[in-house]
């Protein structure tokens, strides 16, 4: 298959925006694959703001970034990404290029605790406020457990309406797949 799936799509993305050196969000730490994928982007000159409401997330996450010697360059904050603006230091506003919102439940775990429309859109909100020019947001979205196509259709919403002279937003999905594929909404701030 030539076609990027949904996973490598969203990591090209973040490739094209992140350079060594960068401040980037992982605004949904879960076990802590895509905060090893961003930490290694920013490399040490960089950093990696973290967040996650599970406590079971953080630890599995800062287990992960040590075994990768990578937590030098990263912060994991125990707290919402709802609370993004105030948790990343002042000096970098305006800084950040790359964030990923990994959304649903996390895998393995509690499968009714997931990420929420109000709270998801407050932290996009504040990241468009605190990215840099081209910074790109990509939310990788799943729509198949409780609560998931309630969160979608929010985020569609939402998505939609920000002002094309505020950002490029691109969804990108397969239309044709059965079970509720994941798809991803990417938004580079302009
Ligand atoms: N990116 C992760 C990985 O690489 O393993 C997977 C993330 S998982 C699909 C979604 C995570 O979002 C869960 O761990 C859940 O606890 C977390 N979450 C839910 N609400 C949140 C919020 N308001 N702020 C931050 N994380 C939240």
């Not at 904050?77 to 002042?90: A, K, N």
């Not at 790359?98 to 009714?112: E, R, V």
């Not at 605790?113 to 990241?127: F, K, N, S, W, Y």
């Not at 081209?134 to 979608?152: C, F, M, S």
Request: charged residues 20%; hydrophobic residues 40%.
């Amino acid at each position: 298959m030539k076609i990027d799936k949904i996973l490598p799509f969203a990591k090209n993305l973040l490739q094209k925006a992140v350079q060594p050196g960068d401040i980037v969000i992982d605004a949904t730490v879960g076990n802590g694959y895509d905060t090893v994928f961003l930490a290694e982007l920013v490399e040490e000159s960089g950093h990696v703001y973290g967040f996650d409401i599970q406590e079971k997330a953080i630890v599995t996450t800062q287990e992960r970034l040590v075994k990768y010697c990578l937590s030098d360059q990263t912060t994991i904050f125990h707290s919402g990404h709802e609370h993004l603006s105030q948790l990343i230091p002042d000096i970098y506003h305006g800084r950040v290029t790359g964030a990923i919102f990994n959304l649903g439940y996390l895998p393995g775990s509690d499968k009714t605790i997931v990420t929420q429309p109000d709270t998801t859109i407050a932290a996009i909100q504040q990241l468009l406020e605190i990215m840099a020019p081209e910074g790109i947001i990509v939310l990788v979205i799943y729509h198949g457990h409780n609560g998931g196509a309630e969160e979608r259709d929010s985020l569609l919403d939402y998505c939609q309406q920000i002002d094309q002279k505020t950002a490029h937003v691109l969804q990108y999905q397969f239309i044709n797949q059965q079970n509720h594929p994941a798809f991803i909404i990417a938004i580079e701030k302009i």
